[in-house]
């Protein structure tokens, strides 16, 4: 079964612009759900997508947003980006119950320069 | 947003002792999950807890789901260079809250 892939795998931008981070779940899961990771805060929650619905959100201002297609793939998109949101994204899934184990992709090293 | 309190922050060992880590928190979680990040990698799930008390192995890791619901314990024995990265632990509730530590980073010497 092929893991969690997530496209691009690093992509350099510049402030001001926009970027769309893109995961593909493991087939069969419905959950999608995206952090951020920097080595000062660690693993920071923006949100989790069920059957194409925005089911939690983090703690993140409304330039970051997502959205879940009918085959569960996942968008990830950061508008107007800032020097702060330099960091790795990470995708992970999982079938989308309670207690279920979550896997992770590789993850997006987004640099904003 | 984290609410786990991981320790210790980081670890200097030498080839082939034991390391020990572990989380705590102020709420219960249903699900305990030990991950290991590489650099410049997703985290890679090593172990999941599901029961108060459960302990667990996976090769030479082995963790444990605190009887109190509130903690849980990761131990390696035998370290190895290859065993070298970040360990986060992660707690879960039934309403799909998941919850990570802050990591433990871990380097062994040969």
């Known amino acids: 079964k092929a893991g969690v892939t997530q496209t691009p795998r690093y992509l350099i931008k510049t402030r001001g612009q926009q970027v769309t981070l893109s995961c593909s779940p493991i087939?069969?899961?419905?959950?999608v759900s995206w952090y951020q990771q920097t080595p000062g805060q660690g693993l920071q929650f923006l949100f989790e997508?069920?059957?194409?619905?925005?089911?939690n959100k983090g703690n993140f201002p409304g330039r970051f947003s997502g959205r879940q297609f009918s085959n569960s793939r996942s968008e990830m998109n950061v508008s107007t980006l800032e020097l702060g949101d330099s960091a790795l994204y990470l995708c992970?899934?999982?079938?989308?119950?309670?207690?279920?184990?979550?896997?992770f992709g590789s993850g997006t090293q987004l640099s904003v320069l | 947003g984290q609410q786990l309190n991981q320790s210790p922050q980081s670890m200097f060992i030498q080839e082939g002792e034991d390391v020990s880590m572990n989380c705590t928190s102020s709420?219960?979680?249903?699900?305990w999950l030990w991950y290991k990040q590489d650099p410049g990698e997703g985290p890679v799930l090593l172990i999941a807890?599901?029961?108060?008390?459960e302990l667990t192995s996976n090769g030479r890791l082995t963790a444990q789901f605190g009887i109190t619901r509130k903690d849980s314990f990761l131990n390696i024995s035998a370290s190895i260079p290859s065993d070298v990265g970040i360990y986060f632990c992660?707690?879960?509730?039934?309403?799909?809250?998941?919850?990570f530590g802050a990591g433990t980073r871990l380097t062994v010497k040969p």
């Open positions: 807890l599901y029961k108060a008390g």
């Open positions: 087939s069969g899961h419905r959950s």
């Open positions: 992660a707690g879960q509730r039934n309403n799909n809250d998941m919850r």
């Open positions: 709420s219960i979680f249903n699900t």
């Open positions: 997508y069920f059957s194409e619905t925005q089911r």
């Open positions: 992970a899934s999982r079938p989308g119950q309670p207690n279920e184990k979550l896997f």
